[in-house]
């Protein structure tokens, strides 16, 4: 059975940092192409960067040069490093695969406040 595990969200004040993780079990990893996905209270989610199994990586606008996806195919896992943070990157982050997303983790709240 496949299984998302996402981790390292908090509360931090504007301009702050967090480092999220998320760990993949149960499924061949390395071939997908991954993406971290955000939900903001009342929104839909969205997806904010993705990376390919070559690490080629793309990102919304609205995280652009503020955010850094990264993956590791030998640990099945993909990170997700948040710089500048702005009270609007607020949500609910989860991570999935692109193409062919699967059963969601219970993702890990980011919420950005002073």
Request: proline share 2%; aromatic share 8%.
């Amino acid at each position: 059975q496949v299984q998302l595990v996402e981790s390292g969200g908090g509360l931090v004040q504007p301009g702050g940092s967090l480092r999220l993780s998320c760990v993949v079990s149960g499924s061949i990893f390395n071939i997908y192409t991954m993406g971290w996905y955000r939900q903001a209270a009342g929104k839909q989610r969205e997806l904010v960067a993705q990376i390919t199994s070559g690490g080629s990586t793309n990102y919304a606008d609205s995280v652009k040069g503020r955010f850094t996806i990264s993956r590791d195919n030998a640990k099945n896992t993909v990170d997700l490093q948040l710089n500048s943070l702005k009270p609007e990157d607020t949500g609910v982050y989860y991570c999935n695969r692109v193409l062919g997303v699967i059963a969601w983790g219970q993702g890990t709240q980011v919420t950005v406040s002073s």
